[in-house]
């Protein structure tokens, strides 16, 4: 109808550890709401294939180094390079699953445990981006992600740095609303129910009927 037409969309973002099944569930979840007439996109962060994002893939990767404040900086510019294409996807009535965002930019960060990067400081560059209207934390114990085939070959991917960043995790969305914490701990499809539920009920949710918002401090 054209009062459901001039709706806009909605920004779903899923956030977790590596092994998480972050990937497979915003698959499920585009496909989920594609089935039900929604117009979606899926999208995640880093987004290697910019200029920034090649940066980031190659200090990922381990095949270039980066300060701890440096790489910072270059993973939230990555987010503001896409901020204005994702508002007006938006505006258009397009819903957005992101895959990753500010989170964990702040957590991964502060999970260096670098006395001058605090998750105070890891936050701020993110302040002005677009606010999600859902953030799905898929939360799984480390032990139980390290089962999941093992970590990868990627900075970042073992047992100690798992460990801070879902500590950090747990300490941020405690101060952050329109978070809905999943145990992810579980088979794909039980958890892939719980993420419908979640999305549903942000998508009856008057707050649809306001602008997007921006992330604050
Ligand atoms: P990926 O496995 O989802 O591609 O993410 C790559 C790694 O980058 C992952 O270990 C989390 C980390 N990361 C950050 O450190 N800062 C960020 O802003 C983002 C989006 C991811
Ligand atoms: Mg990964």
Not at 46 to 58: E, F, V
Not at 77 to 90: F, G, H, P, T
Request: charged residues 25%; glycine residues 6%; hydrophobic residues 40%.
């Amino acid at each position: 109808s054209a009062e459901r037409s001039a709706r806009r969309g909605a920004l779903i973002v899923v956030e977790g550890l590596d092994r998480a099944g972050k990937s497979s569930q915003c698959e499920m979840l585009q496909t989920y709401l594609a089935e039900r007439g929604h117009d979606v996109k899926y999208i995640r962060f880093p987004d290697r294939t910019t200029p920034i994002g090649k940066l980031i893939d190659a200090y990922l990767r381990g095949s270039a180094d980066q300060n701890d404040h440096s790489i910072h900086l270059l993973f939230s510019a990555n987010r503001w390079e896409l901020a204005k294409s994702m508002q007006r996807d938006i505006a258009a009535g397009i819903s957005i699953v992101v895959d990753r965002y500010s989170y964990s930019g702040a957590v991964y960060s502060a999970a260096k445990a670098n006395p001058t990067l605090s998750l105070d400081w890891a936050w701020q560059p993110e302040i002005g981006l677009p606010q999600p209207d859902l953030c799905l934390f898929l939360n799984i114990s480390t032990e139980a992600a390290a089962q999941r085939g093992g970590f990868g070959e990627e900075r970042y991917e073992n047992e100690k740095m798992q460990t801070r960043v879902r500590e950090i995790f747990r300490a941020l969305f405690d101060r952050q609303d329109k978070v809905c914490v999943i145990d992810a701990g579980r088979a794909l499809d039980e958890v892939a129910k719980d993420v419908h539920i979640a999305v549903e009920k942000c998508f009856v949710n008057s707050s649809r009927n306001e602008p997007l918002g921006t992330l604050g401090p």
